[in-house]
């Protein structure tokens, strides 16, 4: 049984910074790609940034890039983001994100390429 859990989520004021993470405690499986999305009030929930692959490879959505940096410790199945010059826009509940398959018919921004989501941890920015 796979459970993604996310911690880090507070009130913060803008233009300070924040660390998510997101951990899956005894999971039998190791993860090819990561994923944090976000659900923001009245939104859809859309993607935030990627990371996978042995090598790292990292995605990132227009509005965060430069802003927050996605890092994974592979052998321990642990995911972080680090967000820095928060805006009120960041304010959203973060979901983390995974999949063991290294295939797929999506694309690692497309909530279909993940398997496992954790309950999600909320951020909020004021302004």
């Known amino acids: 049984q796979v459970h993604l859990v996310e911690s880090g989520g507070r009130l913060v004021q803008a233009g300070d910074s924040l660390r998510l993470s997101c951990a899956a405690p005894g999971s039998p499986s190791s993860f090819y790609v990561m994923g944090w999305f976000r659900q923001r009030p009245g939104k859809e929930r859309e993607f935030v940034a990627a990371v996978w692959g042995p090598g790292g490879s990292t995605w990132y959505e227009a509005s965060v890039k430069g802003r927050f940096t996605i890092s994974r410790v592979s052998t321990e199945n642990t995911m972080s983001l680090q967000m820095n010059s928060l805006i009120s826009q960041d304010t959203a509940v973060y979901y983390c994100?995974?999949?063991?398959?290294?295939?797929?018919?999506?694309?690692?921004?497309?909530?279909?390429?993940?398997?496992?989501w954790g309950q999600g941890t909320q951020v909020t920015v004021s302004a």
């Open positions: 994100a995974a999949a063991t398959s290294s295939r797929s018919a999506s694309v690692v921004s497309e909530s279909s390429r993940y398997e496992y």
